[in-house]
């Protein structure tokens, strides 16, 4: 029981193309050490929001697949899913989050819900297909946030508006029916209790004046964790540098060479400083890709071996239990919503 009345921190993993060695060193290795930090002192709600992934069109054969692959990824990266503190599941087993979503819907106004940013771009982008699921997914989050009493989300600056409309439904709601849910930190605080993005970018390999990114079409430009070790030492040897024909960390006017580094350092778990004296000044371009490329190669025969090592057995048996422990929590809260609009029955006492 104890272990329920930690503050909960929340964050949904969402992936549906090939993550790149970016969004690992980025992404996936900050949220682990995150997770290694507050474990203990805070309950850790890591969640694949899988009824969030079709809101645009998708190809819905590898959904099922990518949603355990997904959590792979994290497992590999070093998340510990057998810590008391860490839950992880699968956002569409749990049916209370449809169900909750439900309710807030008849609490939230199609106005508010018109000047959501994210829709907007989005409905523009995807214009011949704007869905009801692409205009509601922000209640939908509402719900997910609000069934554990999360506090804190840590999000990037592209999902403020709808934390904030989650602290205003919840809001509304206990105005009028008392405290039912926890009202997340607002978004300043949260990004003051987490830094979730350090403003750490990996450089495109073919034009490291842009980041790496998975959606990219140049297959050269980006590592994806799915290359073959072979395939990465290519990509790397291949790397757009510069003319300078000198070493140097300075990612103004040497962003490929100075991203290489980068990459070595943090492969290797040696400070910039000290790859840096090691490298700086030398000449021999080549050389010093030889030994990022074969850090990347590396880095991704140990991590595919311990992607391999976990089975889908092993994964599923684990967010089962997982879930029956979320679906307890989820069920509560919904409960309580359920009570206050009139659809259960209030115990008394
Ligand atoms: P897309 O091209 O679809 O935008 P992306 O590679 O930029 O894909 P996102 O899904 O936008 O990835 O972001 C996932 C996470 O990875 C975010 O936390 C983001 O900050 C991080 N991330 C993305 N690209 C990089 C990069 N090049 N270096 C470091 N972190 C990155
Ligand atoms: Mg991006």
């Excluded at 921190?9 to 995150?34: C, D, K």
């Excluded at 029916?177 to 750490?200: C, M, N, S, V, W």
């Excluded at 964790?225 to 790397?236: F, G, M, N, R, W």
């Amino acid at each position: 029981m104890e272990l329920m009345t930690k503050p909960t921190i929340l964050t949904g993993v969402r992936s549906n193309e090939e993550p790149t060695l970016g969004n690992f060193l980025g992404a996936f290795v900050p949220m682990v050490e995150m997770q290694k930090k507050y474990a203990g002192e805070y309950q850790i709600n890591m969640f694949v929001p899988d009824l969030h992934s079709f809101t645009t069109p998708i190809d819905h054969t590898t959904l099922y697949k990518n949603t355990l692959k997904n959590l792979k990824y994290f497992i590999a990266a070093g998340l510990d899913i057998n810590h008391p503190d860490v839950f992880v599941y699968r956002q569409s087993y749990i049916p209370a989050h449809s169900e909750l979503t439900w309710i807030l819907d008849c609490f939230t106004y199609t106005g508010e819900m018109s000047r959501m940013t994210q829709f907007k771009e989005k409905s523009g982008e995807h214009s011949e297909s704007v869905t009801m699921g692409l205009f509601n997914y922000p209640v939908l989050m509402a719900a997910d946030i609000l069934l554990y009493n999360a506090k804190y989300v840590p999000v990037g600056e592209d999902q403020f508006q709808h934390l904030e409309i989650t602290r205003d439904i919840a809001t509304r709601f206990n105005n009028k029916f008392g405290e039912i849910f926890t009202i997340p930190a607002d978004t300043k605080t949260q990004t003051g209790f987490i830094e979730r993005d350090k403003g750490l970018r990996i450089r495109s390999l073919t034009d490291p004046s842009k980041k790496m990114s998975k959606s990219s079409n140049d297959e050269k430009s980006k590592i994806l964790l799915s290359d073959t070790p072979e395939q990465a030492v290519k990509k790397i040897m291949s790397a757009t540098t510069d003319s300078i024909g000198e070493i140097n960390f300075d990612f103004e006017t040497q962003p490929g060479i100075s991203s290489l580094l980068q990459i070595l350092s943090l492969l290797t778990g040696r400070t910039q400083e000290e790859v840096n004296a090691e490298w700086v000044g030398k000449t021999q371009y080549g050389e010093f890709k030889r030994a990022v490329a074969d850090a990347v190669g590396t880095f991704l025969t140990d991590f595919q071996a311990r992607l391999a090592s976990i089975s889908d057995e092993q994964l599923i048996a684990i967010l089962e239990h997982s879930e029956r422990r979320m679906a307890e929590t989820a069920n509560a809260t919904l409960l309580r919503a359920q009570q206050a609009v009139g659809l259960r029955p209030k115990v008394e006492g």
